[in-house]
């Protein structure tokens, strides 16, 4: 009987198996269900029933047999994986973060638990070391590395921006930059915290980007390595926190502020403003994000790095006409240096072997609108009409990216894609020199760059380049490379033609080119880097960080993403009271602040002459269903009191401006009772005014701002 019912029970998980293949979740579901009636203790089955449970929908009954599976196997971190993936399904975050986290604990290597923490951006509550580490005796740069991390649990590869990153931080761990020492940091944004991390972990992370097909587990388990050595550290007046990627992806900057206060000094690397300077180039959500971020981030910066003299003028440019404070800014050239790679593999797409075997030129970049590859296929349209089947082919490289609609149709419309024009995704790094070497030249003729790599990257290639006349590409290109009106069809034909036909002139270009161009390292650049971000510190040393908040009297200025958004979209100069925000207050939301202590301060530069007596006005409202909200304000020697109402409403009272032509005031909220436990806030702030005494205030209050 008991062999019967071995041979029974194995048919019995065959069907269910297959069933569950089959994607039949209930049907499998009763088979798993009777082979556990009868062998209780099976924890496999008793997952896979589980498992096809959830997948049927019957939630409450997967989750019973899920912890019965726990109390069976208590250490197996596969459940607690499926558990959490369950309580994803039941919307109960919480109790799916914790499955998540108890899994990662038996299994420290697990990719799918770790991917989970990510998705749900829960990285930050991974383990970190407490104790607060600081060394007042040395001065350090904080490198935030928060975009490279970031980027690195999405892609294998590097961008511009990422690879910049990645070069500071392997010069730092090779070399000792200077009077500096350097520390990459990961910022916990969201709870005011600063967060460092061993270099050596970062190192091994950015070293698998180098490494030809890498695997997406073995970059998820290097980014694990990082978050959890994390240790909590506190820059003092001696250091300096910069940021080299992508500023537009943090959510505020509250903890650089609250830095600045005790002396520490701020610097970003700005490697474009094209969301602000070319905006039809880009997504409308994108340029309102970098907008807003732009603007809050110069509110809290000491200087400003750029990766070209032509970004850095385009910077000084929007300070002056668009902002009401100025910043130092220094322009600290890329590398245009080839970095090193690993052996790479073998060509193994022989349509990139056939290419070659004909003369051909090259373009490497993003397909996307602002790069401006259609321009180069009526370019191409026109030289086939001029030299026939003499015409090289033309080989785009880069992957799809936005707006590309109109050259997909004008490509499939001409039918020229595999006959003269060849597009090429994702290749390998072998792959994309076996190309370089064997180009004619190559072509870049961008609308508008920040800096324009491909440039450099051709000339050291010892290719020539014809490029864009506009924006930074001169600056990258200098006298090696040859320019286009990318707006002008007729001048591009005009250029490629004469070099095309000129294969004389072409060659003595390349010589010209392989003796006499001298690329810039990556070492200079980051040397450069460091030693710029040092200088700015020994500038400032003593001196009160800048109050980079200035706001004109006679004029209702407001804060928040919603203020900014309208005075970008009218090209008004943008003046919020953002960084006006001292102490005692959240982060900015869209139509302004909540403050979240009894007492909160404000203070912010004037356009008045210092001991000018002002009469200011603010819009506050209290929370909802709260009566009984007393504030008292003060500025300089003036004290009054107010009761709040629940709607935004202007309050007023007098003022001096200090002697440094600030003004400073604070806020003190008294409540009763149960009044006082209030989730939201204390106060909201929405608008600030003042005005010289006795400028009468009536009508631009009252009217609409």
């Not at 040395?138 to 935030?144: A, G, H, M, S």
């Not at 695997?215 to 290097?222: C, G, L, N, P």
């Not at 270009?509 to 980051?526: E, K, V």
């Amino acid at each position: 009987m008991t062999f019967t019912f071995r041979i029974r029970g194995r048919r019995r998980i065959r069907e269910a198996n297959q069933a569950r293949d089959a994607r039949l979740w209930a049907q499998a579901a009763a088979l798993y269900e009777a082979h556990v009636k009868r062998r209780p203790r099976d924890v496999a089955v008793v997952v896979q029933l589980a498992n096809c449970l959830k997948e049927a929908g019957e939630h409450a009954k997967s989750l019973s047999f899920y912890e019965r599976a726990i109390e069976l196997s208590p250490t197996d971190a596969d459940v607690f994986l499926q558990r959490g993936h369950l309580f994803k399904l039941m919307n109960r975050r919480a109790d799916a973060l914790a499955s998540y986290r108890t899994a990662l604990k038996h299994d420290a290597d697990n990719p799918h638990a770790f991917r989970e923490l990510l998705g749900m951006g829960e990285y930050d509550d991974l383990p970190i070391d407490d104790t607060v580490t600081t060394d007042e005796a040395v001065n350090t740069i904080w490198l935030d590395i928060t975009d490279l991390i970031e980027y690195a649990k999405h892609n294998r590869s590097f961008s511009g921006i990422q690879r910049v990153v990645a070069n500071l931080v392997r010069f730092a761990a090779q070399q000792a930059p200077g009077a500096f020492r350097v520390v990459p940091v990961v910022p916990d944004y969201a709870r005011l915290r600063v967060l460092a991390v061993p270099i050596e972990r970062v190192q091994a992370l950015i070293d698998l980007f180098d490494t030809p097909r890498v695997e997406r587990k073995t970059i998820d388990k290097a980014i694990l390595a990082v978050y959890t050595s994390r240790y909590k550290v506190v820059p003092t007046a001696r250091d300096a926190v910069v940021i080299a990627g992508a500023f537009w992806i943090y959510p505020h900057y509250d903890v650089i502020a609250r830095l600045r206060k005790n002396g520490v000094r701020f610097g970003v690397f700005v490697h474009d403003l094209i969301p602000i300077k070319y905006p039809e180039y880009v997504h409308h959500g994108a340029i309102v994000d970098f907008q807003n971020k732009w603007v809050e981030v110069l509110g809290v910066t000491d200087f400003v790095l750029t990766n070209s003299e032509y970004v850095a003028s385009e910077v000084k440019a929007y300070l002056n006409d668009t902002l009401t404070f100025d910043v130092p800014v220094k322009a600290v050239p890329l590398a245009t240096e080839l970095r090193e790679r690993t052996a790479s593999p073998d060509i193994v797409d022989p349509a990139i072997v056939d290419v070659c075997r004909h003369p051909f030129v090259l373009c490497v970049c993003t397909l996307e609108v602002r790069k401006n590859h259609l321009y180069l296929v009526k370019v191409w349209q026109r030289l086939r009409e001029r030299f026939g089947e003499n015409a090289p082919k033309l080989v785009f490289v880069g992957k799809w990216g936005w707006d590309v609609e109109e050259l997909q149709l004008y490509l499939e419309t001409l039918g020229c894609l595999d006959d003269w024009l060849h597009i090429f995704n994702g290749i390998s790094d072998g792959a994309l020199e076996y190309l370089y070497e064997r180009c004619l030249f190559t072509a870049y003729v961008s609308f508008a760059e920040g800096f324009g790599l491909p440039i450099g990257e051709s000339l050291v290639h010892g290719k020539p380049c014809i490029a864009s006349s506009t924006t930074s590409m001169p600056e990258v290109g200098g006298r090696f490379a040859r320019y286009v009106d990318p707006y002008d069809l007729d001048d591009g034909f005009r250029v490629f033609e004469q070099t095309l036909a000129d294969r004389t002139g072409l060659e003595a270009w390349r010589d010209d080119i392989r003796q006499h161009f001298s690329p810039r390292t990556w070492n200079a650049f980051c040397a450069d880097f460091y030693r710029c971000v040092e200088t700015f510190h020994a500038e400032f040393e003593g001196a009160p960080a800048a109050l980079n908040c200035v706001l004109p009297s006679a004029k209702i200025v407001r804060g928040g993403e919603s203020a900014i958004a309208h005075l970008a979209a009218t090209r008004a100069r943008i003046v919020t009271f953002d960084a006006a925000r001292c102490t005692g207050w959240s982060q900015m939301e869209k139509w302004g602040v909540w403050s979240v202590n009894s007492v909160a301060t404000l203070e912010f530069g004037s356009d008045l002459e210092a001991g000018s007596d002002i009469q200011i006005y603010l819009r506050l409202r209290r929370p909802a269903g709260k009566t009984s909200t007393r504030l008292t304000v003060r500025c300089a020697d003036t004290v009054e009191s107010f009761r709040l109402a629940v709607h935004d409403t202007f309050i007023a009272f007098s003022g001096v401006v200090d002697a440094d032509r600030r003004i400073r005031i604070e806020l003190n909220v008294r409540r009763r009772g149960s009044d006082a436990d209030v989730g939201v806030g204390f106060i909201a702030l929405t608008a600030i005014a003042y005005f010289a005494k006795p400028q009468h205030a009536t009508s631009l209050l009252t009217g609409t701002d």
